[in-house]
């Protein structure tokens, strides 16, 4: 066994849910769930969603409204809709081609080859951000993402190709992190980056843009006003009112959403125009963005 299947075995983090299947539904439940969001808040979600919908079928035929409240709180809400629209498609059963799943709505390079590699056992290679890190560092790659990929199918053990992503996978997540602790790394004797690591990999985060938002708080009752967002910023949600802001503001939160940092503001105002009302328990099971679940929840003194 190579040095990094032996420090995979030691040091993986097989307590994954995910990790414990090789249900291909399961497996790109996950893979979705993961994209550019925390491990720790999946966690928080995806036993609740496999419960609710534990087959492709039944993805297939959810109601879009109660697919993005369960979805809440992990951002990214297209990719809900995606999955849905997969289901629909792929008639009740993931295709085990990498080729064949990137036709599916919301499958890209980087998850065919995950599905292909973790439920199917396929040797294909599989690079997300951890493993592009290691592979650069290791290889001294300093070219495009496309010479990453190819050094890892030459890199791949084809005799445990499975096995082998993940070890690359969890040694970019636990050891050749941003700050790499070289002195835990399997590769370390063979690697040509630990010298210079911050040379083959030093990506700077993007400035979010800053965003600011105001909302109105317009009660009737015990029920408060929402409304369908418009355009391509959480499709399918329910926010409070926009408007243009004429009082001081009773509440504030700041919130990161994909390229933005966001300012947002509650005002009272009087109730004008048709909503959607909704009372505490409605807004509990709504699909109601982060944003909003913050901002009502620095208002909670004036709302119920």
């Not at 408007?243 to 966001?262: C, F, G, L, R, S």
């Amino acid at each position: 066994m190579s040095l990094l299947l032996e420090w995979f075995a030691a040091h993986g983090r097989h307590d994954l849910p995910w990790r414990q299947t090789d249900d291909p539904y399961y497996i790109y439940v996950s893979e979705i769930m993961l994209q550019q969001t925390q491990v720790e808040r999946v966690l928080g979600k995806y036993s609740l969603f496999l419960e609710r919908y534990p087959t492709l079928a039944s993805l297939a035929a959810s109601d879009e409204e109660e697919l993005l409240a369960l979805w809440s709180g992990l951002g990214y809400y297209r990719r809900a809709l995606a999955m849905q629209a997969c289901a629909k498609e792929c008639g009740g059963e993931l295709p085990r081609s990498v080729t064949q799943l990137m036709k599916l709505p919301g499958i890209g390079r980087y998850t065919a080859h995950a599905i292909a590699s973790f439920a199917y056992g396929a040797s294909v290679p599989v690079v997300d951000v951890n493993i592009e890190r290691v592979l650069r560092r290791y290889f001294g790659l300093t070219g495009k993402q496309k010479e990453v990929w190819q050094k890892a199918e030459e890199f791949l053990d084809f005799a445990h190709p499975k096995e082998h992503n993940l070890a690359l996978m969890d040694l970019g997540a636990t050891v050749c992190t941003a700050l790499p602790k070289c002195e835990a790394c399997p590769l370390q004797n063979s690697c040509r980056g630990k010298e210079e690591p911050l040379r083959f990999w030093d990506k700077k985060r993007k400035e979010r843009e800053k965003l600011t938002l105001h909302f109105a708080l317009m009660r009737k009752g015990s029920k408060i006003a929402f409304a369908p967002s418009e355009g391509s910023m959480y499709r399918g949600m329910l926010l409070l009112p926009k408007i243009e802001p004429t009082t001081a503001p009773i509440a504030h939160t700041k919130h990161n959403y994909t390229k933005y940092n966001i300012d947002a503001y509650l005002y009272a105002e009087e109730a004008d125009g048709e909503f959607i009302w909704l009372d505490r328990d409605e807004i509990a099971s709504a699909p109601i963005p982060t944003l909003i679940t913050k901002l009502l929840r620095a208002a909670s003194s004036k709302l119920f």
